[in-house]
């Protein structure tokens, strides 16, 4: 009897220890702080894009904002004489980025960190799987387990009937359920309206309504059933819409992404009017439509920067084509018409720019090969690829996304704006490979030394990338992908 307690005490306690172990194991780091939160930088090239550059000033930071432009803060904040010749610029704004869920690996830090360490000191988060991740973000940015940019949220998706695709999803049965939708939204402390999958066009006039009375924004994807400019989506995300409805094979994303051998230059200019005509902002994420190419050869993917980045589960699970994220199946037989969309989707971009219309950089962080930060810069690239002058593209991941996002000066860099700014050695305005001379990041007055980051990122990589993470998440996200997407179209 005694033999067989001995046992069972001994098969709890290595089990107890075993989870425990496992759980430690598991635990990220937290390893970035802040070096100052009161400094002065001197003698600095002060950059706000297309509008003012001012050389030689004093910029001051105290209690989360810009002081002052010219000195008057002398021994009472912390100069960093080293930073003095830097050119300073507002932080970039993420407008379509995804944030991870609440799982056992969380990943919330390292994703807030990521884009931290990219200079995005503030994104929109437009939609989760299942509503734990802007919380999740929120929670850890508020109890002061890790810094992070600001987080601007939609809430869950709104479409208009089942079958959904991810979890965290509200349905409009009719339109007049599109009130009481955006007022929850609004409750709830979000910014935005992320209309989806599935929507007729009198529900998706019932949402516009919704969200001009609620004071929200409204970005969505244009339904598969109607065309651009029927849907009349105030911020169109992806370029959904473009390609005329009747000439997509089937009512799946990647034709919606890819089949744009229908678009020819009457549609590209009849595009440009309509946007005009209604305003309409697009945020074309260009960046997630050309990393898809890389699955032309999945095997030398796995060798691409971007790949090295997230945990292993992303690049050997989720955004393999063969039996990751069920949407990307079949995708090597779309390679050339993926090539093809982006040539297209990127002349629209610039033709929309050209005409005056106005334009977000997102990213759409998560989808294949697209991780939070780089994929900014890659955005960057891609506007500048376009035609638009380099400075314009700093104006519009700045400022000029702020404006839409009801944070008052966000993005400006005058006194009592909010201090949310990158230094750079080199001027970035002048050369995009000038992103890679990033001396410090500053996200709510909190200054981030390149060394503070550095250190952070191997930490983080050292987490992240070992061979325990590997092998409890991997065959984790193999068992869990399937559950999480429900829809495979
Ligand atoms: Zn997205």
Known sequence: MRRVLLLIVIIVAVSVGVVCGLWRALTPPSPLEASATRFSLRNVTVIEPTVRRVSGATLSVRNGRIAMDHGGMEGA???????????????????????PPRTPLRLSGYFLFLFLEHGVTSIRDVGDTDGTSVDTARGGIANGDFPGPRIFSCGPMVAGAEPIRWANTEIVETPADAEHVVAALADAGHTCVKSYEDLSLEKIVALKTAA??????????????????????PDVQHFFGVPPPESLARDHVLDR??????????RLAEIVAVTLEHDIINTPTLVSTHQLLLLRDYEAALDDPSAGILPRLYAEVAWNPSDGMPIWK????????????????????????????RLHLGSDAQQPFVVPGLSIHQEMGHFVDAGIPLEE??????????????????????????????IFREDPTLDLAALDTLEAVVAQGKLYTRADLDRARAVYQEHFRSAVVDLISIPAARFTLRRTILRDY
Do not use: C, N
Not at 213 to 223: A, I, R, S
């Open 212 to 233: 001009a009375k609620h004071g929200l924004q409204m970005l969505g994807h244009v339904p598969t059933l109607l065309a651009y400019e029927d849907a009349l989506i």
């Open 257 to 266: 992404a890819a089949e744009w051998t229908a678009v020819d230059e009457d």
């Open 330 to 357: 079949g995708i090597d037989q779309y390679i050339d018409r993926i090539e093809d969309a982006f040539q297209k989707k990127r002349a629209l971009t610039g033709r929309l720019f050209d005409a005056g219309a």
């Open 393 to 422: 593209v700093w104006a519009l991941a700045t400022w000029k996304a702020a404006e839409t996002l009801g944070e008052p000066y966000l993005g400006r860099l005058h006194p009592g704006a909010p201090a949310d700014l990158l």
């Open 77 to 99: 904040a912390q100069g960093y004489g080293d930073l003095a010749g830097t050119y300073v610029l507002p932080g970039l704004v993420d407008m379509h980025a995804h944030l």
